[in-house]
T-cell receptor, first 112, second 116 residues
Framework: DSGVTQTPKHLITATGQRVTLRCSPR?????VYWYQQSLDQGLQFLIQ???????AKGNILERFSAQQFPDLHSELNLSSLELGDSALYFC???????????FGPGTRLTVL | AQTVTQSQPEMSVQEAETVTLSCTYDTSESNYYLFWYKQPPSRQMILVIR??????QNATENRFSVNFQKAAKSFSLKISDSQLGDTAMYFC?????????????FGQGTRLTINP
């Protein structure tokens, strides 16, 4: 157990819908990262927050957005869902910038 | 942009054997970290080992060790005395050190099967 929690574990929804994925980092970690793992794209970085501020953006679609709240938990919002958004979404956290990232168990999103 | 390449999509060895997973990367940066992550069938991403580019000494964690060749941009993982629980996908990852903004760039992974 890495100490990073993600909810829900599984999510099944329809095209065009909107969902919110939640992540709680390890105690004391200020940085939160979101990654997407899909069969065709592999593991890809989406976005990073550090103490509430956005720090880095990767291959994140405009339909996706994220935020980190004052209690440091983070949410990833996915809207206008398409079949291709079906993937495993990981949250990771780290203490500081130059330290290893610990991953949560992931949320498996299925878009039908 | 950095890229990470794992040239072995699948590998299979017998229990107790030693196996080496290959990874090469492309970067113009001089200050970075490299990682190996393990993803068992449970899908959890587990950190196996970390190497700082400025360190010449290869990292070791119990049965896991790396061969870091900075000039060749190579970062292989050696698993000694392999165990059934080592069966998993293994991902090599690169992280450029950029103050305040860090991201992992992953290779495509190597599926390792340990046979009894």
């Amino acid at each position: 157990d890495s100490g990073v929690t993600q909810t829900p574990k599984h999510l099944i929804t329809a095209t065009g819908q909107r969902v919110t994925l939640r992540c709680s980092p390890r105690s004391g970690d200020l940085s939160v990262y979101w990654y997407q793992q899909s069969l065709d794209q592999g593991l890809q970085f989406l976005i990073q927050y550090y103490n509430g501020e956005e720090r880095a953006k990767g291959n994140i679609l405009e339909r996706f957005s994220a935020q980190q709240f004052p209690d440091l938990h983070s949410e990833l919002n996915l809207s206008s869902l398409e079949l291709g958004d079906s993937a495993l979404y990981f949250c990771a956290s780290s203490v500081e910038w130059e330290s290893e990232q610990f991953f949560g168990p992931g949320t498996r999103l299925t878009v039908l | 942009a950095q890229t990470v390449t794992q040239s072995q999509p699948e590998m299979s060895v017998q229990e107790a054997e030693t196996v080496t997973l290959s990874c090469t990367y492309d970067t113009s940066e001089s200050n970075y970290y490299l990682f190996w992550y393990k993803q068992p069938p449970s899908r959890q991403m587990i950190l196996v080992i970390r190497q700082e580019a400025y360190k010449q000494q290869n990292a070791t964690e119990n049965r896991f060790s790396v061969n870091f060749q900075k000039a060749a941009k190579s970062f292989s993982l050696k698993i000694s005395d392999s165990q059934l629980g080592d069966t998993a996908m293994y991902f090599c990852a690169f992280m450029k050190l950029n103050q305040g903004a860090q991201k992992l760039v992953f290779g495509q992974g190597t599926r390792l099967t340990i046979n009894p």
